[in-house]
């Protein structure tokens, strides 16, 4: 095997090694992706596309030429099997078919996973993204619930306070309306007391009247008396 050809066997298997590393289950997209945040991945990823490129113009030349060194061969094996020539040049024939098949599954397995590690790549790193995008949108979630309870904790709070003042204020209201059905009851009473007053005013002064009354009519009583003693005494002398 030649020095390019080994050197392609080689990315082969690094790449092998590459997808299954990635592959494992026990390493989490973040992981991986703390790995892609080093300050060297961020030097290098100027380079990485025209590497990348490269890499793969290269993979698709070896490629074309193993195909190339397949045709080749495989017409001249066809014209070996069908002649009678020796059996030494036959066997060379089907071990260089067999070096350009075996370079062709190489060069094409190598082009093939390193497209599929490019991409394998890209999607740990949006997975990545995605499971830190849903972290922070699961807390936001949390915080908005933490949030929602407490504002509705203090609308209860509120409602509370609220239905407390308004109790109040119809205690309020009901006291002011009691001191003044008291104020009014006080008018009345005074007003009721103060007739009470008059008419027992009236009364004693009907009594003292009555009784001066009653004092001038005994007194008319024992005039009319003497008056009528003294005529009867009158008519008895002159008789």
């Known amino acids: 095997m030649t020095i390019q050809w080994v050197a392609v066997a080689t990315f082969l298997y690094a790449e092998i090694g590459l997808i299954l590393l990635f592959c494992l289950p026990f390493i989490p997209p973040q992981r991986w992706q703390k790995i892609f945040s080093f300050n060297v991945w961020g030097k290098i990823a100027t380079f990485w596309n025209k590497a990348f490129l490269t890499i793969i113009i290269l993979l698709i030349v070896l490629f074309l030429d193993a195909v190339r060194e397949v045709r080749k061969y495989a017409s001249i094996h066809t014209i070996d099997k069908s002649s009678t020539s020796k059996l030494g040049a036959y066997e060379h024939t089907q071990m260089k078919l067999f070096r350009s098949q075996r370079n062709l599954y190489i060069s094409g397995f190598s082009l093939f996973f390193w497209l599929v590690l490019r991409r394998l790549v890209t999607l740990i790193t949006q997975l990545a993204k995605e499971l830190s995008n849903k972290g922070v949108l699961k807390s936001q979630a949390e915080n908005t619930n933490k949030a929602a309870k407490r504002f509705m904790e203090e609308n209860e709070k509120l409602k509370r306070i609220l239905k ?67 005529l009867e005494r009158d008519n008895k002398k002159g008789l």
Do not use: F
């Open 164 to 230: 407390t003042t308004d109790e109040e204020h119809t205690l309020e209201t009901e006291n002011k309306k009691l001191v003044e059905d008291q104020e009014k009851l006080k008018a009345e009473l005074k007003k009721t007391l103060d007739a009470l007053y008059k008419a027992q005013s009236d009364v004693m002064t009907m009594k003292t009247q009555s009784e001066r009354l009653s004092k001038e009519y005994d007194r008319l009583l024992k005039e009319h008396s003497e008056l009528q003693n003294r």
